[in-house]
């Protein structure tokens, strides 16, 4: 009877019940899981979205911001100036006057220009390399490394100075060394594949990337090839430079364009000392800024975060800030505008966010003129003499005063487009316009 009973239970059961995919039971249990993670990615992408709306951020009464002593550059012999890439607090008289010098080439100018022993140097999409010398106001050297077959096609040529040479590397795989006071080459590779990145040298050693994210060290008395080390080939195209930085103990930090940072000590035991990832799952290609080490710790900028690490590749902190904008740090604060348009102060050693507001309605609530629309966006961001100095895509300096009160101090419209990278060099700025001519502001 009991037999019977159960068996009237389960032919019930089974007549209520269906084992097709929508049912979700058994054969469906995949749909269901499928179903689960939607909805998971759904609220993950809510609380990313609710994660990514900024408020501001007063500074707080008697906050006192401390910042590193403003700097007096001398020479800008490597792009960012210096080994960390940190342009810190610069000295800048800042008295709003430009000069316009000479029209230094006829082909559109490369954006790495340098500046040492009050030269300018500049390469051109021509191949041309030229030195252009800033107290007589004229072109003294010019040399063209390149053969007629290749010279109409446009050369982007990353350099750096090390005492009497100019050595340069291109988007051909060349790399080659040139004494600019004997104009001759001390000598040329092709390493076949076009290199990717900004350069660097430590005790006489160049370390460079090509665009298949591989670190190659070279002799730079001689041009051959020590050490190269194979890391995870791009896989995509994208716009973001290699980058490479070097922090307190000589490391190189290199930053892929997958968004891999490594640490690699490769002058002593040609190891690795770890690696981190910044590329976000959701992200095909990854969108980030260039290394910045100061005081060791590593600040890297992406398309979704900011990260604090510490040399040993231990993350400090993160925050949900995007940013396509070289971050500042001086002291033991970090300037940044994040995608969104806000001006942002952070905490160094917290990550605390101590001040955060849109640019536009900072400067709206400051002039009655409509400048928010007209100036655009924010391409650069400094450091001048304790104020912040930002730079826009329509040429417009923005200078914001930085104390226990932050507004604007001044908003300036310029008769020149910026090209180049910026330099500021014994209390001025100097930079080379889409004219290609050279300016001096101070």
């Avoid at 709003?96 to 999409?125: C, H, M, P, T, W």
């Avoid at 930085?245 to 000589?250: E, I, L, Q, T």
């Avoid at 290199?254 to 040609?270: A, C, E, I, Q, V």
Wanted: glycine share 4%; aromatic share 10%.
């Amino acid at each position: 009877m009991n037999k019977i009973i159960s068996l009237i239970i389960i032919v019930i059961f089974l007549n209520n019940c269906s084992f097709g995919n929508k049912s979700g039971i058994w054969t469906g249990s995949d749909q269901i899981v499928k179903n689960q993670n939607s909805d998971n990615q759904n609220l993950e992408l809510i609380f990313k979205k609710q994660s990514n709306l900024i408020k501001a951020v007063e500074l707080s009464p008697g906050r006192l911001l401390s910042f590193d002593n403003p700097k007096l550059y001398k020479d800008w012999p490597q792009s960012f100036q210096n080994k960390f890439n940190n342009i810190n607090n610069v000295s800048f008289l800042n008295e709003g006057n430009y000069k316009k010098l000479s029209k230094i080439s006829n082909a559109e100018v490369n954006r790495n220009i340098l500046v040492y022993q009050n030269n300018l140097f500049f390469s051109d999409f021509k191949g041309n390399i030229g030195i252009f010398s800033l107290s007589e106001n004229s072109l003294i050297f010019k040399f063209n490394f390149y053969k007629k077959k290749i010279k109409k096609t446009k050369k982007n040529i990353k350099m750096i100075i090390l005492d009497n040479n100019i050595i340069a590397a291109d988007n051909f795989g060349y790399i080659y060394s040139v004494n600019y006071k004997t104009n001759k080459i001390e000598w040329a590779k092709n390493f076949l594949i076009p290199f990717r990145s900004n350069l660097k040298i430590i005790n006489g050693i160049i370390f460079i990337s090509d665009e298949k994210n591989k670190v190659i060290l070279i002799d730079s008395k001689n041009g051959n090839k020590i050490e190269e080390l194979y890391t995870q080939p791009a896989k995509t195209v994208s716009k973001f430079e290699n980058n490479l930085a070097v922090d307190s103990n000589n490391n190189i930090l290199f930053l892929s364009t997958n968004g891999t940072l490594y640490s690699l000590n490769l002058l002593n035991n040609k190891i690795i000392n770890w690696i981190q990832n910044f590329k976000s799952e959701n992200d095909l290609i990854f969108n980030g800024n260039p290394i910045v080490v100061s005081n060791k710790n590593i600040i890297i900028s992406t398309s979704d975060n900011i990260t604090l690490l510490n040399e040993n590749g231990s993350r400090i902190w993160n925050l949900n800030i995007k940013s396509s904008i070289l971050p500042v740090i001086s002291g033991n604060t970090i300037f940044t505008i994040n995608d969104d348009n806000y001006l942002m102060l952070i905490n160094k050693r917290t990550g605390e966010i101590i001040y955060s507001k849109n640019l536009h309605l900072l400067i709206a609530s400051e002039f009655k003129k409509d400048f928010q629309k007209k100036i655009k966006k924010i391409d650069h961001i400094y450091l001048i003499n304790n104020k912040l100095l930002l730079i826009s895509s329509k040429s417009y300096f923005v200078e914001i005063n930085i104390g226990n009160i932050i507004n604007i101090n001044s908003i300036k419209k310029n008769p020149f487009n910026i090209l180049s990278d910026v330099i500021f060099l014994e209390n001025e700025m100097l930079f080379v316009s889409r004219s290609n001519k050279i300016y001096k502001v101070n």
